[in-house]
């Protein structure tokens, strides 16, 4: 074989050929006794501003779900109110009628159940965005 190095090329292990020193940095023309600091501090905060106008538009998320829900129950108890006339009227037809009276009450409980749980994560984002705020500070008990 040839005194050539053999180079191989893996995923995670590279080997430089060269190691080159880092080029020196100067950040000012004056040297290091003469140099002049500063005592200000900057603070940026819009990380918590950030924040809460992402638990602002949670919460508004939330609440446009809760009114869903409250629509979708209101809408299915009164199709099941309906059904319920339709059985009595038609009694050709009353089982088919008293089915669907039950299936609509159970849309109208699980719709219900769906916008009682959003109006807890609704509270949850609310709680959130003003802790993020610092208007609220979490309380245990």
Same mark, same amino acid.
């Given at each position: 074989? !040839?005194?050539?190095?053999?180079? =191989? ?5 590279? *080997? ?11 950040? &000012? ?8 600091? !500063?005592?200000?501090?900057? $603070?940026?905060?819009? &990380?918590? &501003?950030?924040?809460?106008? /992402? ?6 998320? =939330?609440? *446009? ?8 129950? $209101? +809408?299915? @108890? ?10 009595? #009227?038609?009694?050709? =037809?009353?089982?088919? %009628?008293? $089915? ?5 009450? +159970?849309? +109208?409980? @699980?719709? @219900?159940?769906?916008?009682? %749980?959003?109006?807890?994560? #609704?509270?949850? +984002? /609310? ?5 993020a705020? @610092?208007? #609220?500070?979490h %309380?245990?008990?």
């Amino acid at each position: 074989m !040839s005194d050539e190095k053999h180079h =191989h090329h893996h995923l995670f292990h590279h *080997h430089k050929e060269e190691e080159q020193p880092a080029e020196e940095v100067y950040y &000012s023309q004056q040297p290091v006794e003469e140099a002049v600091y !500063s005592e200000t501090t900057v $603070i940026a905060d819009d &990380s918590a &501003s950030d924040e809460y106008e /992402k638990y602002q538009k949670e919460e508004k998320q =939330h609440k *446009h779900k809760q009114h869903l829900g409250e629509a979708g129950a $209101i +809408a299915a @108890g009164a199709f099941a109110l309906y059904e319920k006339h339709e059985a009595k #009227k038609d009694p050709e =037809h009353a089982h088919r %009628h008293k $089915i669907e009276e039950e299936v609509a009450a +159970a849309v +109208a409980v @699980g719709s @219900g159940g769906f916008a009682f %749980h959003e109006h807890h994560e #609704k509270k949850e +984002a /609310k709680e959130d965005a003003e802790e993020a705020s @610092g208007k #609220k500070h979490h %309380h245990l008990f």
